[in-house]
């Protein structure tokens, strides 16, 4: 994910978040066990995080969040992050 930010095939957490929901829905369909995906999206979300708020607080990029706290706050919940666990900077970076 980190990797991408900057591509033009970055499509950003709010479309990560969507895919979530459209991932869960097809395991629930094949009665499929996605709790170790959602331990590994966990995972990827907060080094995702650590690096966008380094890219963003320490670098002076602009941020590729795109999407509101709402929404990061529900895709959270989905796959088990907790958000003291993130940089306190973290809602910092989404749209308002």
Request: overall charge positive.
């Given at each position: 994910m980190?990797?991408?930010?900057?591509?033009?095939?970055?499509?950003?957490l709010e479309r990560c978040a969507a895919n979530w929901d459209r991932v869960v829905g097809f395991c629930e369909r094949e009665n499929l066990d996605i709790s170790e995906l959602a331990e590994e999206v966990c995972k990827g979300v907060k080094y995702f995080f650590n690096a966008e708020v380094n890219d963003v607080i320490s670098l002076g990029k602009s941020t590729c969040i795109n999407c509101t706290v709402e929404t990061l706050g529900d895709f959270f919940n989905k796959v088990g992050v907790d958000p003291a666990s993130l940089p306190k900077?973290?809602?910092?970076?989404?749209?308002?």
């Open positions: 980190v990797e991408n930010r900057d591509k033009g095939l970055y499509r950003g900077e973290w809602k910092r970076l989404s749209e308002k």
